[in-house]
């Protein structure tokens, strides 16, 4: 097992970057729901949706990742920037597993990928709809992962978990084989599940894609793990948004 897949190599960046391949990460939890005009800014889809969505956490999340994703699209096309919010609709596909975008009035389709995890959501456009996913997972010391390793993960991965010298390596260790998994599964357009005991770094290599991972600290101390997956993912950065930066973007 390689262990570059546990180094830090996934570049982040506190302002968006001036690059097609980049993960839009917000926290989420500064969104207030209640303060939105929500068929101002959601398709008549994704409207039905979050009305669907009882948690408050669940809707918050639904709408900080669409008002992400409309950010990128009015801020990487040019065609799009006087279009109007609810005229950009986030969809999934089942033909091919994936989350598009699709224009009003046009035939155009924006494949796209979004995660989120404990009020911290992420997103990013594929305008090219090559192989590509991205995963976020909270590192949390209390979830059973050693329990959630033996009874899921490939033996080998296992043995790399509980090798490590104290807990907080080993959480670390489990969460970045999970995001890993998780962003091969979106790539791949393979649910999770069958990837779940496969050894990872083997079906990375079967799928020639390679990945790269970090992990991000929010104002509160907590951590997040970030993987992303593509046939050239060091293409791929993150950078880190605020409230400020969508409203200035996009008008609310």
């Known amino acids: 097992m390689s262990v570059t897949y546990f180094e830090n190599q996934l570049e982040i960046t506190p302002a968006l970057a001036n690059n097609s391949h980049c993960i839009a990460l917000l926290n989420a939890t500064t969104l207030n729901v209640g303060e939105f005009d929500l068929p101002h800014y959601l398709s008549p889809f994704e409207l039905n949706v979050i009305n669907r969505r009882k948690n408050p956490q669940a809707k918050q999340e639904y709408l900080?990742?669409?008002?992400?994703?409309?950010?990128?699209?009015?801020?990487?096309?040019?065609?799009?920037?006087?279009?109007?919010?609810?005229?950009?609709?986030?969809?999934?596909?089942?033909?091919?597993?994936?989350?598009?975008?699709?224009?009003?009035?046009?035939?155009g389709v924006i494949s796209c990928c979004i995660s989120h995890s404990h009020g911290f959501v992420g997103a990013a456009l594929n305008v090219a709809s090559t192989q590509f996913g991205f995963d976020i997972e909270k590192i949390s010391l209390k979830r059973p992962f050693e329990k959630l390793a033996k009874h899921f993960y490939d033996a080998a991965e296992v043995a790399l978990i509980t090798k490590q010298p104290c807990t907080a390596a080993k959480a670390a260790t489990f969460f970045r084989l999970w995001t890993l998994k998780e962003a091969l599964a979106k790539a791949t357009s393979r649910p999770i599940a069958q990837l779940l005991s496969p050894n990872v770094f083997c079906e990375l290599g079967n799928s020639q894609l390679s990945a790269t991972s970090t992990?991000?600290?929010?104002?509160?101390?907590?951590?997040?793990?970030?993987?992303?997956?593509?046939?050239?993912?060091?293409?791929?950065?993150?950078?880190?948004?605020?409230?400020?930066?969508?409203?200035?973007?996009?008008?609310?």
């Open 215 to 252: 992990v991000l600290t929010n104002d509160v101390n907590e951590q997040f793990d970030i993987s992303v997956v593509a046939k050239k993912s060091t293409d791929w950065r993150c950078s880190i948004i605020t409230i400020n930066d969508l409203r200035s973007a996009i008008t609310f």
């Open 64 to 107: 900080a990742t669409r008002l992400v994703l409309k950010y990128l699209v009015k801020s990487a096309c040019s065609s799009y920037a006087s279009l109007k919010l609810c005229d950009i609709s986030s969809e999934f596909n089942p033909d091919n597993s994936k989350l598009e975008l699709h224009i009003k009035n046009t035939t």
